[in-house]
C-alpha cells in the first residue's frame, strides 16, 4: 500500500461547485503539504501544515482551504472552482527538520 | 526565499547517450539540494540530495555534485536507458533555516529517451 495516499485521483467538476481533495498518510510524518503542478510551472505550494494546530499558507493559497483532521489526514477544498484551478494536485509529507518530501500518486482535477 | 533555475526540455535523447540537465540555484546560505524524479502517472519521488557544498549524491547512475562556486547542481548520467523517460525537478528548500517549510521546485525537464 502507498504510504501517501490521495482520493480522488481523477475529478471533473464544474465551475462553481465545491470540491474536496483528501491525503491519508502512514509515515507518521507530522508534516504535510499541498502542491499544484502546472505544465511548465513546476510545483507550486498552497499550503503547509506542521501538526493539527498549526497550519499555514504557502505560495498561491488564495482561492484554497485546507483542513488537517488528524496527522495522518490532510483535505485541500476549492470552495467555488474556477477553470483556472484545472491542475494536477499533490499532497506530500517530511520529518521535522528534515526537508526530504515524500509525494501521494497525485489528482488530476479539471474544472469546466 | 530561495530559487532555483533548470534547463527546459523537452530533452530527447538516444539510449546510451550521456545526460546532462542543468540546475543552478539561489540561496542564503547553503541548504540541502535535491533532485526528484516524475515518471508517468505518478508522484514525485526523491532520486538523489547532497547536504553541503562538495558533497556529491548519487542513485540510479545519476549524480549530482554540489558546487557553491558556482551555485549549480546538474544533473548527470553516463548511459541513459528508455526507463529513465521523465520528468526531473531540482529543489531546494524555500528558507535556509531548516524549518522544512517547504520546498520550491524548478519548472521540470521531460527526458525523452528513444530506443
Known amino acids: 500500500d502507498a504510504d501517501v495516499t490521495q482520493t480522488p485521483r481523477n475529478r471533473i467538476t464544474k465551475t462553481g461547485k465545491r470540491i474536496m481533495l483528501e491525503c491519508s498518510q502512514t509515515?507518521?510524518?507530522?508534516?504535510m503539504y499541498w502542491y499544484r503542478q502546472d505544465p511548465g510551472l513546476g510545483l507550486r505550494l498552497i499550503y503547509y501544515s506542521f501538526d493539527v494546530k498549526d497550519i499555514n499558507k504557502g505560495e498561491i493559497s488564495d482561492g484554497y482551504s485546507v483542513s488537517r483532521q488528524a496527522q495522518a489526514k490532510f483535505s485541500l477544498s476549492l470552495e467555488s472552482a474556477i477553470p483556472n484551478q484545472t491542475a494536477l494536485y499533490f499532497c506530500?509529507?517530511?520529518?521535522?527538520?528534515?526537508?526530504?518530501?515524500?509525494f501521494g500518486a497525485g489528482t488530476r482535477l479539471s474544472v469546466l | 526565499g530561495n530559487s532555483v533555475t533548470q534547463m527546459e526540455g523537452p530533452v530527447t535523447l538516444s539510449e546510451e547517450a550521456f545526460l546532462t540537465i542543468n540546475c543552478t540555484y539561489t540561496a542564503t546560505g547553503y541548504p540541502s539540494l535535491f533532485w526528484y524524479v516524475q515518471y508517468p502517472g505518478e508522484g514525485l519521488q526523491l532520486l538523489l540530495k547532497?547536504?553541503?557544498?562538495?558533497d556529491k549524491g548519487s542513485n540510479k547512475g545519476f549524480e549530482a555534485t554540489y558546487r557553491k562556486e558556482t551555485t549549480s547542481f546538474h544533473l548527470e548520467k553516463g548511459s541513459v536507458q528508455v526507463s529513465d523517460s521523465a520528468v526531473y525537478f531540482c529543489a531546494l528548500p524555500t528558507y535556509s533555516g531548516g524549518g522544512a517549510d517547504g520546498l520550491t521546485f524548478g519548472k521540470g525537464t521531460h527526458l525523452i529517451i528513444q530506443p
Open positions: 509515515k507518521g510524518h507530522d508534516r
Open positions: 547532497a547536504t553541503k557544498a562538495d
Open positions: 506530500a509529507t517530511s520529518e521535522p527538520g528534515k526537508n526530504i518530501q515524500y
